[in-house]
């Protein structure tokens, strides 16, 4: 794919009419979904379901992910990083569109030509594109993500630019089959919930504590061990038994109690019932009492 060079003028430009109009949204949670993510914090690096990861150098000192953040939401999540398990910047579904959009990247090509300080720029809500230049005049791309009072942020040399514009097509067909996952997800969330608590049951196991919903989990683990082929529910389900098994048993721990809460709830409304179903059967003893003394002082009359 060819780009065009842009004066500085025009970047500025193009910049200011890449900026989105479109509010990030969430998708839709019942009530029992979010009980049971309440605790899943969206803090710190993110923890991704059915995760795929390519890298954007030899080193392999540069890659993007992509997959299902485990957060309140679970929705689709891209995260560009450095070395494996250190720093990196997380991006929303609309958020990578925005840096993998041709234009935007047809601007940054023409600062990797032609360093210019400063460079073009796009910026979103809490995300900023810039393009920049090192000490040594290297030109890169700055990917920033502001979070709390901190900036998050990593630079990509050239190669791996053209590295991530090459992969788009491949990234955004996987985001495409993530954002159907997410979909789906909340009923799988739920049915897993359902299936513990029955495994629960069968292991005489009361849930009082997060180490007894983890060790629920593990049984549960087990019943992956002669699959052969792994649906997506099924892989969704292996990574949170395996890869967040503390988070996924912190759900299942809070599923419990909101059972328990709810049992409760209902006991206490069905004693309630009986005892107003009393009063009023007292209540017609008494008026048939009335009744009868009137009716025979009547005969008496």
């Known amino acids: ?26 998708l839709p949670r019942s009530k029992d979904f979010k009980q049971v993510t309440r605790r899943l914090s ?62 935007w990247m047809g601007s940054v090509f023409a600062h990797f030509a032609h360093p210019k300080f400063p460079g073009a720029s796009r910026v979103l809500e809490n995300v900023e594109f810039r393009c920049t230049t090192l000490r040594d005049g290297e030109p890169s791309l700055r990917i920033a993500r502001k979070g709390g009072e901190r900036l998050n942020y990593i630079l990509l040399a050239e190669i791996s630019t ?10 955004q067909c996987s985001v495409h089959t993530l954002k159907q996952y997410a979909v789906e997800s909340e009923k799988w969330v739920l049915s897993s919930m359902n299936s513990l608590r029955v495994l629960a049951k069968e292991m005489e196991v009361l849930v009082e504590t997060e180490k007894e919903a983890e060790r629920v989990i593990s049984v ?39 059972v328990y809460e709810e049992s409760e ?17 007292g209540e017609e003893e008494e008026g048939e009492g009335e009744e009868c003394v009137c009716s025979s002082s009547q005969m008496s009359e």
């Not at 993007?64 to 891209?78: H, P, S, W």
């Not at 590295?163 to 990234?171: C, E, H, K, S, W």
């Not at 992956?224 to 048993?249: M, P, R, V, W, Y």
Request: hydrophobic share 40%.
């Open 162 to 171: 053209k590295t991530l514009l090459g992969l788009a097509d491949a990234i």
């Open 42 to 103: 969206e803090e710190g690096r993110p923890r991704l379901l059915l995760e795929k990861s390519w890298a954007l150098n030899r080193s392999h000192s540069k890659t993007i992910t992509v997959g299902l953040r485990l957060d309140r939401n679970i929705g689709v999540c891209a995260l560009i990083s450095g070395s494996p398990g250190i720093g990196g910047v997380a991006l929303t579904e609309m958020e990578l569109a925005a840096l993998l959009d041709s234009r």
């Open 1 to 26: 794919m060819m780009y065009a060079a842009f004066s500085r003028v025009e970047e500025v430009v193009l910049a200011e009419a890449l900026a989105p109009t479109v509010a990030e949204t969430s």
């Open 265 to 281: 709830g209902e006991e206490g409304g069905e004693e309630e019932d009986e005892e107003e179903e009393e009063e009023e059967e």
């Open 220 to 258: 549960f683990g087990q019943r992956f061990s002669n699959c052969e082929i792994l649906s997506a529910e099924q892989e969704f389900l292996l990574d949170l038994t395996f890869k967040h098994k503390e988070q996924f048993g912190n759900m299942f721990f809070d599923y419990m109690n909101a």
